[in-house]
């Protein structure tokens, strides 16, 4: 089965960095688009920043120029550099794709799903 795995979180101090990655694994598939959605305690899980295939980059407005989303299609990988990181940017960072995937029931033809990260701790103190 199509899977994603997040990895990179861990604790920092104020104007520090992290990379996240994500990795898509599990068969056959094309990944149309890939991104971060973070929580932190008592808001609504928010879209952080997003790349589709073959379009432009997204950011929510108040990471713009501190982080950057990139991918690595021949890894099916995708990284979030972190930079300048504030204590408002505490959550847990999930990362979530769209994808078209061959379940083999039938052959040659591809379903469109989404998929969720396990989700990584990013902690961000003095």
């Known amino acids: 089965q199509v899977q994603l795995v997040e990895s990179g979180g861990g604790s920092v101090q104020p104007g520090g960095a992290l990379t996240l990655s994500c990795e898509v694994s599990?068969?056959?598939?094309?990944?149309?688009?890939i991104g971060w959605y973070r929580q932190a305690p008592g808001k609504e899980r928010e879209l952080v920043a997003h790349?589709?295939?073959?379009?432009?980059?997204k950011y929510a407005d108040s990471v713009k120029g501190r982080f950057t989303i990139s991918r690595d299609n021949a890894k099916n990988t995708a990284y979030l550099q972190m930079t300048n990181l504030k204590p408002e940017d505490t959550a847990v960072y999930y990362c979530?794709?769209?994808?078209?995937?061959?379940?083999?029931?039938?052959?040659?033809?591809?379903?469109?799903?989404?998929?969720w990260g396990q989700g990584t701790l990013v902690t961000v103190s003095s």
């Open positions: 979530h794709a769209e994808v078209d995937y061959d379940t083999g029931d039938i052959a040659g033809t591809y379903r469109w799903t989404e998929l």
């Open positions: 599990g068969g056959r598939f094309g990944i149309d688009a």
């Open positions: 790349i589709p295939n073959g379009g432009s980059t």
